[in-house]
């Protein structure tokens, strides 16, 4: 079983940058895939970016957000990272981390939803403010 925390949400001013991680714990090794998800009160829950471990590696974002956030992790402490800079207020949501073992999920062009991954936190509230 793996459980995902993540952190690091807060309110910042249009322009501004934030850092979300989020930590995972229990049985870690294989969990190839790893994303962020978010969702704006009356949206639905849309994928943000994604992360594939296996192979060479690879790293997937939403048109929305590309050029201004970026996905990583660092293996030694178990944690998946998301760099947000130049913060909209459009970026206002709740961000979700998730993970899967199955290396479909993540490794093509296909954004796949929250009924592919397995596990999910609990979110980490991001407002940005104009």
């Known amino acids: 079983q793996v459980q995902l925390v993540e952190s690091g949400g807060g309110s910042v001013q249009a322009g501004g940058s934030l850092r979300l991680s989020c930590a995972a714990y229990?049985?870690?090794?294989?969990?190839?895939?790893m994303a962020w998800f978010r969702q704006a009160p009356g949206k639905e829950r849309e994928g943000v970016a994604r992360l594939y471990s296996g192979g060479a590696g690879r790293t997937y974002y939403s048109d929305s957000v590309k050029g201004r956030f970026t996905i990583s992790q660092d293996n030694a402490k178990n944690t998946l990272y998301l760099q947000m800079n130049s913060l909209k207020p459009e970026d206002t949501a709740m961000y979700y981390c998730a993970a899967d073992p199955r290396t479909w999920v993540c490794s093509g062009a296909t954004w796949y939803g929250r009924e592919s991954y397995n596990y999910w936190g609990q979110g980490t509230q991001v407002t940005v403010s104009s």
């Open positions: 229990g049985y870690t090794y294989n969990v190839y895939c």
